[in-house]
């Protein structure tokens, strides 16, 4: 295996336990706060392209670990079920597919020569916005009765001093 592949996902990991150190989540938490007075398909849309452009720079899981705790409090606090924006914006980590160091296969296929960047991203880019449009279709269709995302669950914890209605 090459090194420059197993750099590059040591540095994902470093770079999602850098910010956390830094507080740079909870910076980008505070700037994302003006989404819990949209409706709830346009905040899991925001989410999702946003988790999406960031994944095409850093890896799988320093966007996980970047966001998730910035989008599990937004949706307690629009009393909306937490599941309901986690997923769609767990499954849009996956979708790195623009550029060389999105995740280690796009580094190993761009580093045998063959390849230009913007041959990558002009095949990446439409499979990034289908894959979007499935979560999206998915989650309002089909994953609302399979996941009970219409009910606030037990296990989140009720906002006591928010109350913000969900269009």
Known sequence: MPWEIAILVGGGFALADGCEESKLSAWIGSKLTPLGSLPIWSIILISSLIVTTITEVASNPATITIFLPILAPLA?????????????????????????????????????????????????????????????????????????????PAWAPFPSATNISVH
Do not use: R
């Not at 996956?94 to 160091?101: D, G, I, T």
């Not at 991203?121 to 996941?147: C, D, E, R, Y």
């Open 76 to 152: 307690e606090a629009i009393h909306v079920n937490p599941l309901y924006i986690l997923i769609p914006s767990t499954l849009c980590t996956s979708f790195a597919f623009l550029l060389p160091v999105a995740n280690p296969p796009n580094a190993i296929v761009f580093s045998y020569g063959h390849l230009k960047v913007i041959d990558m991203v002009k095949a990446g880019l439409g499979i990034n916005i289908i894959g979007v449009a499935v979560v999206m279709l998915a989650i309002m269709t089909w994953a609302q009765p399979m996941f009970n995302l219409q009910t606030y």
